[in-house]
């Protein structure tokens, strides 16, 4: 999608949600001519699903942002006769949470525009031509030419000749950090078929335990390597 209007998106998305909270004032809507709570959590749940949308097109659909998908204090379904009444303490307590919901998700989706629109939280920093630095929380850095990578406090060589060098170099060279079977298995020289799939995947599992992601009992990282099911691997870090 275009960034204009990507960015128009946006701003409808900010200002439907002020709308919302306004809506949801628990005490206005007892002197409103009609019952308004059917109509503010229909647009609450469909303004919700809208910017999971806009997160997916502006390509922030990653762990960071997992939240907007999270169940929250207002359900997906509400009940009949109990919201007939808009005085009643169960419309009441609603109205309520969709106000507070949608302030919190207001906060968290004037976050993803200030990464998308203003690069105020840049996910990957080149820190020198050769290393690659990813992530904020959980750092990780691969150096391009000698191998030397860290996860958090582990660190790991990765010799240029190995095939796990070539996989992990691919995806951080990759746009958005995702790379496709192809890319994959044309860096290791491999032919394109599915048995080569799962060798690629047997690779990345390595890499996972040398980094201490696996063995999952005893693991010191969280999995950064996430499966595209019949597309390919994207490596995301916090």
């Known amino acids: 999608m275009a960034p204009s209007k990507l960015k128009r998106v946006f701003s409808d998305l900010i200002l439907e949600g002020i709308n919302i909270t306004r809506q949801a004032q628990e005490g206005d809507a007892i002197y409103a001519e009609k019952n308004i709570l059917d109509?503010?959590?229909?647009?609450?749940?469909?303004?919700?699903?809208?910017?999971?949308?806009?997160?997916?097109?502006?390509?922030?659909?990653?762990?960071?942002?997992?939240?907007?998908?999270?169940?929250?204090?207002?359900?997906?379904l509400k009940g009949g006769?109990?919201?007939s009444n808009i005085q009643s303490e169960e419309s009441q307590t609603l109205l309520k949470n969709i106000r507070?919901?949608?302030?919190?998700?207001?906060?968290?989706?004037?976050?993803?525009?200030?990464?998308?629109?203003?690069?105020?939280?840049p996910k990957t920093t080149i820190v020198n031509p050769s290393i690659i630095t990813l992530g904020r929380k959980n750092k990780l850095t691969f150096n391009t030419i000698t191998g030397d990578t860290t996860l958090g406090?582990?660190?790991?060589?990765?010799?240029?000749?190995?095939?796990?060098?070539?996989?992990?170099?691919?995806?951080?060279?990759?746009?958005?950090?995702?790379?496709?079977?192809?890319?994959?298995?044309?860096?290791?020289g491999f032919p394109l078929n599915k048995?080569?799939?799962s060798d690629i995947g047997q690779i990345i599992k390595t890499i996972k335990e040398d980094?201490?992601?696996?063995?999952?009992?005893?693991?010191?990282?969280?999995?950064i390597f996430h499966n595209i099911e019949k597309v390919g691997f994207r490596i995301i870090v916090e």
Not at 39 to 56: A, C, G, H, M
Not at 67 to 75: G, M, T
Not at 165 to 187: G, H, I, R, W
């Open 153 to 188: 406090k582990v660190k790991v060589n990765f010799k240029a000749d190995q095939q796990k060098f070539n996989v992990l170099k691919t995806l951080l060279n990759a746009n958005e950090k995702q790379a496709s079977y192809k890319d994959l298995c044309n860096a290791l």
């Open 195 to 197: 048995t080569e799939y």
């Open 39 to 76: 109509e503010v959590f229909s647009r609450y749940q469909i303004w919700k699903s809208d910017i999971k949308d806009f997160l997916t097109m502006a390509k922030r659909d990653n762990i960071e942002f997992y939240k907007f998908y999270e169940a929250d204090s207002v359900p997906n």
């Open 100 to 121: 507070t919901e949608t302030s919190k998700h207001l906060n968290l989706l004037k976050e993803a525009g200030d990464d998308v629109f203003n690069k105020k939280l």
């Open 211 to 223: 980094l201490q992601i696996l063995p999952e009992g005893c693991a010191v990282n969280t999995d």
């Open 81 to 83: 006769i109990e919201y």
